[in-house]
Protein backbone atom coordinates (compact mmCIF):
# COMPACT_ATOMS: atom_id res chain seq x y z
CA UNK A 1 0.00 0.00 0.00
CA UNK A 2 1.48 3.06 -0.86
CA UNK A 3 2.57 6.02 1.53
CA UNK A 4 0.25 8.51 -0.46
CA UNK A 5 -2.76 6.29 -0.34
CA UNK A 6 -2.28 5.70 3.48
CA UNK A 7 -2.42 9.59 3.55
CA UNK A 8 -5.26 9.39 1.75
CA UNK A 9 -7.28 7.29 4.23
CA UNK A 10 -5.78 9.71 7.08
CA UNK A 11 -7.11 12.27 5.83
CA UNK A 12 -10.39 11.03 5.13
CA UNK A 13 -10.69 9.75 8.49
CA UNK A 14 -9.61 13.13 9.87
CA UNK A 15 -11.58 15.30 8.52
CA UNK A 16 -14.75 12.97 8.16
CA UNK A 17 -15.66 13.17 4.41
CA UNK A 18 -12.30 15.15 2.26
CA UNK A 19 -13.17 14.48 -1.14
CA UNK A 20 -10.26 16.16 -3.71
CA UNK A 21 -13.69 16.91 -6.03
CA UNK A 22 -15.69 18.20 -2.97
CA UNK A 23 -16.99 22.07 -3.46
CA UNK A 24 -15.19 23.50 -0.18
CA UNK A 25 -12.40 22.22 1.60
CA UNK A 26 -12.50 21.43 5.66
CA UNK A 27 -12.85 24.14 7.47
CA UNK A 28 -10.21 23.15 9.97
CA UNK A 29 -7.64 23.10 7.38
CA UNK A 30 -7.95 26.21 5.50
CA UNK A 31 -8.42 28.23 8.72
CA UNK A 32 -5.59 26.36 10.23
CA UNK A 33 -3.52 27.52 7.40
CA UNK A 34 -5.17 31.36 7.16
CA UNK A 35 -4.76 31.49 11.39
CA UNK A 36 -1.17 30.56 9.99
CA UNK A 37 -0.57 33.01 7.46
CA UNK A 38 -1.94 35.78 9.80
CA UNK A 39 0.93 34.52 12.67
CA UNK A 40 3.59 35.16 9.45
CA UNK A 41 2.80 38.63 9.38
CA UNK A 42 0.32 38.62 6.43
CA UNK A 43 -2.96 40.77 7.19
CA UNK A 44 -6.41 39.72 7.47
CA UNK A 45 -6.97 42.24 3.84
CA UNK A 46 -4.40 40.79 2.05
CA UNK A 47 -5.23 37.05 3.15
CA UNK A 48 -9.14 37.95 1.88
CA UNK A 49 -7.40 39.04 -1.51
CA UNK A 50 -4.91 36.36 -2.09
CA UNK A 51 -6.61 32.92 -1.02
CA UNK A 52 -9.45 30.82 -2.62
CA UNK A 53 -11.18 28.01 -0.88
CA UNK A 54 -13.58 25.98 -3.66
CA UNK A 55 -16.19 28.16 -2.21
CA UNK A 56 -15.30 31.16 -3.55
CA UNK A 57 -16.96 31.93 -7.04
CA UNK A 58 -13.54 32.82 -8.33
CA UNK A 59 -11.62 29.37 -7.19
CA UNK A 60 -12.39 27.65 -10.77
CA UNK A 61 -11.97 30.45 -13.12
CA UNK A 62 -8.41 31.31 -11.58
CA UNK A 63 -8.02 27.41 -11.16
CA UNK A 64 -8.70 27.12 -14.99
CA UNK A 65 -7.06 30.07 -16.72
CA UNK A 66 -3.54 28.48 -16.52
CA UNK A 67 -4.84 24.84 -17.71
CA UNK A 68 -3.33 24.66 -20.97
CA UNK A 69 -3.92 20.98 -21.71
CA UNK A 70 -7.91 19.69 -21.93
CA UNK A 71 -6.63 16.39 -21.03
CA UNK A 72 -6.73 17.64 -17.49
CA UNK A 73 -9.42 20.71 -17.64
CA UNK A 74 -12.70 18.41 -16.61
CA UNK A 75 -13.37 19.63 -13.61
CA UNK A 76 -15.52 16.08 -13.01
CA UNK A 77 -12.01 13.89 -13.47
CA UNK A 78 -9.53 16.05 -12.64
CA UNK A 79 -8.32 16.52 -8.52
CA UNK A 80 -8.41 20.04 -7.12
CA UNK A 81 -6.34 21.87 -4.73
CA UNK A 82 -7.82 22.44 -1.40
CA UNK A 83 -6.92 25.67 -1.49
CA UNK A 84 -5.38 28.33 -4.17
CA UNK A 85 -2.98 31.47 -3.16
CA UNK A 86 -2.16 33.89 -5.51
CA UNK A 87 0.47 36.27 -3.81
CA UNK A 88 1.16 39.79 -5.01
CA UNK A 89 4.03 40.60 -3.58
CA UNK A 90 7.13 38.03 -2.58
CA UNK A 91 7.31 38.38 0.99
CA UNK A 92 3.24 37.08 1.14
CA UNK A 93 5.22 33.25 -0.27
CA UNK A 94 7.32 33.01 2.37
CA UNK A 95 4.44 32.56 4.90
CA UNK A 96 2.23 30.48 2.02
CA UNK A 97 5.78 27.92 2.10
CA UNK A 98 5.73 27.77 6.05
CA UNK A 99 1.91 27.08 6.27
CA UNK A 100 1.64 24.50 3.55
CA UNK A 101 4.24 22.71 5.75
CA UNK A 102 2.78 23.39 8.71
CA UNK A 103 -0.84 22.22 7.58
CA UNK A 104 0.91 18.78 6.24
CA UNK A 105 0.01 19.08 2.80
CA UNK A 106 1.67 19.38 -0.79
CA UNK A 107 2.22 22.62 -2.62
CA UNK A 108 2.12 22.88 -6.39
CA UNK A 109 3.60 25.94 -7.92
CA UNK A 110 2.15 27.39 -11.11
CA UNK A 111 3.89 29.70 -13.54
CA UNK A 112 2.57 29.69 -16.59
CA UNK A 113 0.41 26.11 -16.72
CA UNK A 114 2.62 24.76 -19.48
CA UNK A 115 3.62 21.12 -18.02
CA UNK A 116 2.41 19.23 -20.43
CA UNK A 117 1.25 16.55 -17.22
CA UNK A 118 -0.52 19.04 -15.55
CA UNK A 119 1.55 18.45 -12.39
CA UNK A 120 1.79 22.18 -11.17
CA UNK A 121 -1.88 22.06 -10.67
CA UNK A 122 -2.79 18.64 -9.78
CA UNK A 123 -1.76 15.67 -7.65
CA UNK A 124 -2.93 12.41 -6.10
CA UNK A 125 -2.67 13.60 -2.43
CA UNK A 126 -4.52 17.03 -0.48
CA UNK A 127 -2.55 20.26 -2.02
CA UNK A 128 -2.36 24.00 -2.20
CA UNK A 129 -2.12 25.76 -5.65
CA UNK A 130 0.47 28.49 -5.53
CA UNK A 131 -0.01 30.74 -8.78
CA UNK A 132 2.48 32.81 -9.09
CA UNK A 133 0.72 35.00 -12.00
CA UNK A 134 0.54 38.20 -10.13
CA UNK A 135 4.13 37.92 -9.86
CA UNK A 136 5.50 39.15 -13.45
CA UNK A 137 7.31 42.36 -13.12
CA UNK A 138 9.92 43.31 -15.15
CA UNK A 139 12.93 45.22 -14.92
CA UNK A 140 15.24 46.08 -18.21
CA UNK A 141 18.93 47.80 -17.63
CA UNK A 142 19.90 48.23 -21.32
CA UNK A 143 23.39 49.87 -19.92
CA UNK A 144 24.51 46.27 -18.77
CA UNK A 145 22.16 44.69 -20.86
CA UNK A 146 20.55 42.56 -17.80
CA UNK A 147 16.95 42.01 -16.49
CA UNK A 148 15.28 40.80 -13.54
CA UNK A 149 12.00 39.35 -14.47
CA UNK A 150 9.79 37.78 -11.61
CA UNK A 151 8.67 34.11 -12.53
CA UNK A 152 4.68 34.75 -13.03
CA UNK A 153 5.73 36.47 -16.11
CA UNK A 154 4.72 34.64 -19.98
CA UNK A 155 8.04 34.72 -22.32
CA UNK A 156 5.87 37.43 -24.30
CA UNK A 157 5.65 39.96 -21.65
CA UNK A 158 9.46 39.89 -21.22
CA UNK A 159 10.25 40.12 -25.48
CA UNK A 160 7.32 42.73 -25.07
CA UNK A 161 9.32 44.75 -21.83
CA UNK A 162 13.28 44.05 -23.42
CA UNK A 163 11.87 45.46 -27.68
CA UNK A 164 10.29 48.65 -25.64
CA UNK A 165 13.40 49.61 -23.91
CA UNK A 166 15.71 48.54 -27.10
CA UNK A 167 15.40 46.87 -30.74
CA UNK A 168 18.60 45.62 -30.98
CA UNK A 169 18.09 43.08 -27.13
CA UNK A 170 16.61 40.35 -27.24
CA UNK A 171 16.60 37.05 -24.82
CA UNK A 172 17.27 33.10 -26.08
CA UNK A 173 14.10 31.62 -24.76
CA UNK A 174 11.19 29.72 -26.31
CA UNK A 175 8.94 30.52 -29.00
CA UNK A 176 5.32 29.61 -27.24
CA UNK A 177 4.97 33.40 -25.52
CA UNK A 178 2.57 32.24 -23.41
CA UNK A 179 4.90 29.96 -21.57
CA UNK A 180 5.99 31.13 -18.01
CA UNK A 181 8.96 32.29 -17.34
CA UNK A 182 9.54 30.02 -13.41
CA UNK A 183 9.11 27.01 -15.19
CA UNK A 184 10.39 27.51 -18.66
CA UNK A 185 14.19 28.60 -17.43
CA UNK A 186 14.46 26.68 -14.66
CA UNK A 187 13.69 23.66 -16.54
CA UNK A 188 16.50 24.93 -19.27
CA UNK A 189 14.18 26.15 -21.24
CA UNK A 190 15.54 26.91 -25.40
CA UNK A 191 14.63 28.83 -28.31
CA UNK A 192 15.74 29.60 -31.81
CA UNK A 193 18.51 31.51 -30.92
CA UNK A 194 19.75 28.30 -28.61
CA UNK A 195 22.83 27.84 -31.26
CA UNK A 196 24.33 30.85 -31.01
CA UNK A 197 23.67 31.70 -27.25
CA UNK A 198 22.82 28.46 -25.64
CA UNK A 199 19.70 27.58 -23.14
CA UNK A 200 18.12 30.10 -20.87
CA UNK A 201 20.13 29.05 -17.86
CA UNK A 202 23.50 29.88 -19.78
CA UNK A 203 22.27 33.40 -19.59
CA UNK A 204 21.02 33.49 -15.96
CA UNK A 205 23.23 35.71 -13.72
CA UNK A 206 21.13 35.40 -10.68
CA UNK A 207 17.70 34.18 -8.89
CA UNK A 208 15.43 34.92 -5.65
CA UNK A 209 14.30 31.71 -3.81
CA UNK A 210 12.09 30.59 -1.09
CA UNK A 211 13.45 27.97 0.41
CA UNK A 212 11.70 25.11 3.20
CA UNK A 213 11.80 27.70 5.96
CA UNK A 214 10.76 30.43 4.47
CA UNK A 215 13.51 32.25 3.54
CA UNK A 216 14.57 34.63 0.42
CA UNK A 217 17.65 33.79 -0.69
CA UNK A 218 19.63 35.12 -3.90
CA UNK A 219 22.34 33.63 -5.43
CA UNK A 220 24.60 34.78 -2.60
CA UNK A 221 22.83 33.92 0.52
CA UNK A 222 21.45 30.39 -1.14
CA UNK A 223 24.97 29.57 -2.84
CA UNK A 224 26.64 27.75 -5.86
CA UNK A 225 25.09 24.23 -5.46
CA UNK A 226 21.73 25.19 -5.41
CA UNK A 227 21.95 28.58 -7.90
CA UNK A 228 23.56 25.65 -10.19
CA UNK A 229 20.66 23.45 -9.28
CA UNK A 230 17.87 25.83 -10.13
CA UNK A 231 19.43 26.24 -13.58
CA UNK A 232 18.04 23.65 -15.31
CA UNK A 233 17.15 21.22 -12.76
CA UNK A 234 13.78 21.77 -12.12
CA UNK A 235 12.80 24.93 -9.73
CA UNK A 236 10.11 23.05 -7.76
CA UNK A 237 12.18 20.24 -6.32
CA UNK A 238 14.28 23.00 -4.68
CA UNK A 239 11.94 25.99 -3.41
CA UNK A 240 9.67 28.96 -4.79
CA UNK A 241 11.62 30.80 -7.33
CA UNK A 242 10.55 34.71 -7.37
CA UNK A 243 12.48 36.17 -10.19
CA UNK A 244 15.34 35.51 -12.09
CA UNK A 245 18.36 38.28 -13.28
CA UNK A 246 18.87 37.12 -17.20
CA UNK A 247 21.67 38.34 -19.10
CA UNK A 248 20.24 40.02 -22.30
CA UNK A 249 21.67 39.34 -25.48
CA UNK A 250 22.53 41.52 -28.71
CA UNK A 251 20.68 40.82 -32.26
CA UNK A 252 20.72 42.36 -35.09
CA UNK A 253 18.60 45.12 -36.83
CA UNK A 254 17.43 42.64 -39.82
CA UNK A 255 16.84 39.16 -39.14
CA UNK A 256 15.50 36.58 -41.75
CA UNK A 257 12.61 34.26 -41.50
CA UNK A 258 11.11 31.75 -43.93
CA UNK A 259 8.96 28.92 -43.71
CA UNK A 260 8.97 25.76 -46.19
CA UNK A 261 7.27 23.23 -47.09
CA UNK A 262 8.36 20.04 -48.96
CA UNK A 263 6.07 16.61 -49.12
CA UNK A 264 7.12 13.21 -49.63
CA UNK A 265 5.64 12.66 -53.22
CA UNK A 266 8.82 14.99 -54.05
CA UNK A 267 11.49 12.55 -54.61
CA UNK A 268 14.03 15.07 -53.14
CA UNK A 269 12.35 15.69 -49.74
CA UNK A 270 13.42 12.53 -47.83
CA UNK A 271 17.09 13.54 -49.32
CA UNK A 272 16.47 17.00 -47.95
CA UNK A 273 15.35 15.30 -44.43
CA UNK A 274 18.56 13.39 -44.57
CA UNK A 275 20.86 16.13 -45.40
CA UNK A 276 19.30 18.50 -42.76
CA UNK A 277 20.66 15.82 -40.82
CA UNK A 278 23.78 16.03 -41.43
CA UNK A 279 23.97 20.44 -41.43
CA UNK A 280 21.75 21.94 -38.99
CA UNK A 281 23.83 21.19 -36.33
CA UNK A 282 26.84 22.58 -38.25
CA UNK A 283 26.07 25.25 -40.23
CA UNK A 284 26.51 29.04 -39.53
CA UNK A 285 25.30 29.46 -35.27
CA UNK A 286 23.30 32.46 -36.61
CA UNK A 287 20.78 29.84 -38.38
CA UNK A 288 18.27 27.91 -36.31
CA UNK A 289 16.20 25.84 -38.51
CA UNK A 290 13.58 23.66 -37.20
CA UNK A 291 11.71 20.71 -38.88
CA UNK A 292 8.37 19.23 -38.32
CA UNK A 293 7.61 16.21 -39.85
CA UNK A 294 3.37 15.84 -40.25
CA UNK A 295 1.39 13.27 -41.83
CA UNK A 296 -1.47 15.21 -43.87
CA UNK A 297 -4.39 13.98 -46.11
CA UNK A 298 -4.28 14.83 -49.17
CA UNK A 299 -7.53 15.64 -51.18
CA UNK A 300 -8.11 13.90 -54.60
CA UNK A 301 -7.84 15.92 -57.59
CA UNK A 302 -9.71 13.44 -59.84
CA UNK A 303 -13.64 13.57 -58.79
CA UNK A 304 -14.79 10.28 -56.76
CA UNK A 305 -11.31 9.42 -56.25
CA UNK A 306 -10.43 9.09 -52.14
CA UNK A 307 -8.12 11.29 -50.51
CA UNK A 308 -4.97 9.81 -49.53
CA UNK A 309 -2.27 10.17 -46.28
CA UNK A 310 1.06 12.15 -46.95
CA UNK A 311 3.90 13.52 -44.77
CA UNK A 312 4.75 17.12 -44.81
CA UNK A 313 8.24 18.27 -44.02
CA UNK A 314 8.31 22.02 -42.63
CA UNK A 315 11.67 24.03 -42.39
CA UNK A 316 10.37 26.47 -40.00
CA UNK A 317 13.98 29.02 -39.36
CA UNK A 318 15.49 32.29 -38.03
CA UNK A 319 18.65 33.74 -39.39
CA UNK A 320 20.64 36.08 -37.48
CA UNK A 321 21.82 38.37 -40.55
CA UNK A 322 20.16 39.71 -43.57
CA UNK A 323 18.57 36.94 -46.70
CA UNK A 324 21.67 37.76 -48.77
CA UNK A 325 23.82 36.09 -46.62
CA UNK A 326 21.98 33.57 -45.76
CA UNK A 327 21.23 32.91 -49.24
CA UNK A 328 24.74 32.22 -49.61
CA UNK A 329 24.85 29.63 -46.73
CA UNK A 330 21.75 27.54 -47.66
CA UNK A 331 23.24 27.46 -51.56
CA UNK A 332 26.57 26.06 -50.15
CA UNK A 333 25.49 23.69 -46.95
CA UNK A 334 22.37 23.11 -47.81
CA UNK A 335 21.59 22.70 -51.44
CA UNK A 336 19.03 20.00 -51.32
CA UNK A 337 16.15 22.52 -49.44
CA UNK A 338 15.58 24.69 -52.87
CA UNK A 339 15.34 27.86 -51.03
CA UNK A 340 14.52 31.09 -52.59
CA UNK A 341 15.54 34.74 -52.18
CA UNK A 342 11.32 34.72 -52.41
CA UNK A 343 10.88 32.89 -49.55
CA UNK A 344 13.28 34.67 -46.90
CA UNK A 345 11.55 37.62 -44.67
CA UNK A 346 13.98 40.40 -43.74
CA UNK A 347 12.36 41.75 -40.16
CA UNK A 348 12.80 43.05 -36.59
CA UNK A 349 14.07 40.11 -34.25
CA UNK A 350 10.94 41.57 -32.57
CA UNK A 351 8.58 40.56 -35.80
CA UNK A 352 10.55 37.35 -35.78
CA UNK A 353 9.15 36.58 -32.22
CA UNK A 354 5.55 37.42 -33.76
CA UNK A 355 6.10 35.63 -36.76
CA UNK A 356 7.18 32.02 -34.72
CA UNK A 357 4.31 32.25 -32.59
CA UNK A 358 2.16 32.03 -35.91
CA UNK A 359 0.70 35.12 -35.83
CA UNK A 360 0.37 36.98 -39.34
CA UNK A 361 2.60 40.06 -40.76
CA UNK A 362 0.43 42.39 -39.54
CA UNK A 363 0.27 42.21 -36.00
CA UNK A 364 1.53 44.34 -33.35
CA UNK A 365 4.17 43.39 -30.65
CA UNK A 366 1.26 44.30 -27.91
CA UNK A 367 -0.44 40.96 -29.14
CA UNK A 368 2.70 39.42 -26.66
CA UNK A 369 1.14 40.57 -24.02
CA UNK A 370 -2.10 38.19 -24.24
CA UNK A 371 -1.56 35.52 -21.74
CA UNK A 372 -4.54 33.84 -23.15
CA UNK A 373 -2.88 31.87 -25.73
CA UNK A 374 -4.20 29.61 -28.20
CA UNK A 375 -7.87 27.63 -27.65
CA UNK A 376 -7.73 24.56 -25.69
CA UNK A 377 -6.36 21.49 -27.20
CA UNK A 378 -6.17 18.03 -25.73
CA UNK A 379 -2.30 16.98 -26.19
CA UNK A 380 0.50 14.54 -25.17
CA UNK A 381 4.46 14.74 -25.85
CA UNK A 382 7.45 12.95 -25.65
CA UNK A 383 11.36 13.66 -26.28
CA UNK A 384 14.32 11.69 -27.20
CA UNK A 385 18.01 12.77 -28.87
CA UNK A 386 19.53 11.96 -32.10
CA UNK A 387 23.48 11.19 -32.31
CA UNK A 388 23.74 9.70 -35.47
CA UNK A 389 21.98 10.45 -38.94
CA UNK A 390 18.94 8.37 -39.83
CA UNK A 391 19.82 6.29 -42.77
CA UNK A 392 17.53 7.65 -45.50
CA UNK A 393 15.62 3.88 -45.92
CA UNK A 394 15.40 4.57 -41.72
CA UNK A 395 13.36 7.66 -42.70
CA UNK A 396 10.86 6.35 -45.22
CA UNK A 397 10.11 3.56 -42.64
CA UNK A 398 9.51 6.28 -40.06
CA UNK A 399 7.67 8.01 -42.50
CA UNK A 400 5.25 4.93 -42.78
CA UNK A 401 5.12 4.56 -39.22
CA UNK A 402 3.65 8.08 -39.21
CA UNK A 403 1.33 7.84 -42.12
CA UNK A 404 -0.27 4.33 -40.47
CA UNK A 405 -0.75 5.80 -37.20
CA UNK A 406 -2.88 8.96 -38.78
CA UNK A 407 -2.06 11.66 -36.07
CA UNK A 408 1.03 11.85 -34.21
CA UNK A 409 3.99 13.96 -35.92
CA UNK A 410 7.80 14.87 -34.83
CA UNK A 411 9.53 18.13 -34.34
CA UNK A 412 13.29 18.08 -35.17
CA UNK A 413 14.71 21.00 -33.46
CA UNK A 414 19.43 20.96 -34.14
CA UNK A 415 21.88 21.29 -31.52
CA UNK A 416 25.64 22.21 -31.89
CA UNK A 417 27.20 25.65 -32.11
CA UNK A 418 27.14 27.33 -28.56
CA UNK A 419 25.52 23.77 -27.56
CA UNK A 420 28.04 21.86 -27.97
CA UNK A 421 30.65 24.26 -26.06
CA UNK A 422 29.27 23.97 -22.66
CA UNK A 423 30.32 21.10 -20.58
CA UNK A 424 27.45 18.42 -19.54
CA UNK A 425 28.35 19.64 -15.89
CA UNK A 426 28.09 23.56 -16.01
CA UNK A 427 24.33 23.66 -15.67
CA UNK A 428 22.35 20.44 -14.63
CA UNK A 429 20.77 19.93 -18.50
CA UNK A 430 23.41 17.71 -19.90
CA UNK A 431 22.23 16.98 -23.47
CA UNK A 432 25.07 19.42 -25.19
CA UNK A 433 28.00 17.87 -27.41
CA UNK A 434 27.17 14.92 -29.83
CA UNK A 435 23.58 16.05 -30.30
CA UNK A 436 22.34 16.19 -33.38
CA UNK A 437 19.00 17.39 -32.73
CA UNK A 438 16.26 16.85 -30.61
CA UNK A 439 12.88 15.47 -31.36
CA UNK A 440 9.89 16.09 -29.86
CA UNK A 441 6.81 13.58 -30.52
CA UNK A 442 3.61 15.70 -30.89
CA UNK A 443 0.00 14.80 -30.71
CA UNK A 444 -3.09 16.77 -30.64
CA UNK A 445 -6.63 15.97 -30.69
CA UNK A 446 -10.08 18.14 -30.28
CA UNK A 447 -12.71 14.38 -29.59
CA UNK A 448 -13.82 14.51 -26.04
CA UNK A 449 -13.74 11.22 -23.77
CA UNK A 450 -11.33 8.58 -22.79
CA UNK A 451 -11.75 6.41 -26.23
CA UNK A 452 -9.83 9.36 -28.15
CA UNK A 453 -7.52 9.95 -25.38
CA UNK A 454 -6.65 6.15 -25.08
CA UNK A 455 -6.32 6.37 -28.97
CA UNK A 456 -3.84 9.14 -29.35
CA UNK A 457 -2.23 8.50 -26.26
CA UNK A 458 -1.19 5.08 -27.96
CA UNK A 459 -0.18 6.46 -31.09
CA UNK A 460 2.30 8.85 -29.82
CA UNK A 461 3.42 5.92 -27.21
CA UNK A 462 3.58 3.72 -30.60
CA UNK A 463 5.26 6.03 -32.19
CA UNK A 464 7.77 6.62 -29.39
CA UNK A 465 8.94 3.14 -29.27
CA UNK A 466 9.10 2.62 -33.27
CA UNK A 467 12.21 5.43 -32.78
CA UNK A 468 13.99 2.95 -30.52
CA UNK A 469 17.16 2.16 -32.81
CA UNK A 470 17.73 5.74 -33.59
CA UNK A 471 17.79 7.40 -30.89
CA UNK A 472 20.55 7.68 -27.93
CA UNK A 473 20.78 5.00 -25.66
CA UNK A 474 22.15 4.58 -22.01
CA UNK A 475 20.65 6.85 -20.58
CA UNK A 476 17.66 6.74 -23.48
CA UNK A 477 17.50 10.48 -23.01
CA UNK A 478 14.84 13.10 -22.35
CA UNK A 479 13.87 16.76 -21.79
CA UNK A 480 12.86 17.49 -18.81
CA UNK A 481 10.44 20.71 -20.16
CA UNK A 482 8.97 17.93 -22.37
CA UNK A 483 7.25 16.36 -19.06
CA UNK A 484 6.89 12.72 -19.46
CA UNK A 485 5.35 10.85 -16.51
CA UNK A 486 5.49 7.99 -19.39
CA UNK A 487 8.92 7.42 -17.95
CA UNK A 488 8.85 7.51 -14.77
CA UNK A 489 6.45 8.59 -11.45
CA UNK A 490 7.75 8.82 -7.74
CA UNK A 491 5.37 8.22 -5.47
CA UNK A 492 7.71 9.47 -2.88
CA UNK A 493 7.76 6.13 -1.19
CA UNK A 494 10.70 4.26 0.62
CA UNK A 495 12.00 3.44 -3.01
CA UNK A 496 11.85 7.45 -4.14
CA UNK A 497 15.80 7.35 -4.69
CA UNK A 498 15.66 4.28 -6.83
CA UNK A 499 12.11 5.40 -8.60
CA UNK A 500 13.57 8.93 -8.79
CA UNK A 501 16.79 7.55 -10.73
CA UNK A 502 14.60 6.45 -13.46
CA UNK A 503 13.29 9.35 -15.13
CA UNK A 504 16.38 11.54 -13.43
CA UNK A 505 19.25 9.96 -15.61
CA UNK A 506 16.88 10.36 -18.84
CA UNK A 507 16.42 14.22 -17.93
CA UNK A 508 19.97 14.68 -16.39
CA UNK A 509 22.19 11.86 -17.12
CA UNK A 510 25.07 11.88 -14.59
CA UNK A 511 24.04 15.05 -13.13
CA UNK A 512 21.91 13.55 -11.60
CA UNK A 513 23.58 12.77 -8.36
CA UNK A 514 24.16 16.12 -7.47
CA UNK A 515 21.01 17.12 -7.83
CA UNK A 516 20.02 14.58 -5.24
CA UNK A 517 22.84 16.10 -2.98
CA UNK A 518 21.50 19.19 -2.97
CA UNK A 519 18.28 18.37 -2.95
CA UNK A 520 19.20 16.51 0.29
CA UNK A 521 20.87 19.70 1.63
CA UNK A 522 18.66 22.09 1.50
CA UNK A 523 15.53 20.04 1.34
CA UNK A 524 15.93 17.02 3.67
CA UNK A 525 12.32 16.36 4.23
CA UNK A 526 11.61 16.18 0.67
CA UNK A 527 8.77 19.23 1.00
CA UNK A 528 8.95 20.63 -2.33
CA UNK A 529 7.81 17.24 -4.24
CA UNK A 530 6.06 16.19 -7.05
CA UNK A 531 5.66 13.33 -9.45
CA UNK A 532 8.99 13.28 -10.28
CA UNK A 533 10.97 15.54 -8.59
CA UNK A 534 14.58 15.25 -7.33
CA UNK A 535 14.35 12.91 -4.80
CA UNK A 536 16.57 12.90 -1.54
CA UNK A 537 19.32 10.61 -0.01
CA UNK A 538 17.58 10.51 3.00
CA UNK A 539 14.42 9.21 4.63
CA UNK A 540 11.32 10.88 2.97
CA UNK A 541 9.25 12.81 5.44
CA UNK A 542 6.63 11.02 6.78
CA UNK A 543 3.10 11.58 4.93
CA UNK A 544 1.12 11.93 8.33
Known sequence: MSPSFLFFLFFLLKFNSLSFHASSPPPSVYDTFVNCLTKNSIPQS????????????????????????????????????????????????????????????????????????????????????????????????????????????????????????????????????????????????????????????DNVLDARLVDVS??????????????????????????????????????PQTVTYFRVERFIEDNTTTDA??????????????????????????????????????????????????????????????????????????????????????????????????????????????????????PKNGLESIFEKIISLGKAGMVFNPYGGRMGEIAEGETPFPHRSGILFKIQYSVNWHEEGLTAEKDYLSQIRDLYSFMTPYVSKNPRQAYLNYRDLDIGINDQGPQSLEKGRVYGTKYFKNNFDRLVKVKSMVDPQNFFRNEQSIPTLRKQRKMF
Not at 132 to 147: P, V, Y
Open 273 to 390: VVQWQNVASKIDNDLYMRLLIQPITVKAKAKGAKSTKSIRATFIALFLGDSNRLMSIISKEFPLLGLTKQDCLEMSWIDSVLQWANFDNTTKPEALLNRKGDPLNYLKRKSDYVQTPI
Open 46 to 201: EISKIVYSPNDPSFNSILQAYIRNGRFFNSSTTSKPVIIVTPTVESQVSGVVICTEQTNLQLKIRSGGHDYEGISYISDVPFIMLDMFNLRSISIDTNDKTAWVQTGAILGELYYNIWKKSEVLGFPAGVCPTVGVGGHVSGGGYGNMLRKFGLTV
Open 214 to 251: GRILDRKSMGEDLFWAIKGGGGASFGVILAFKIQLVTV
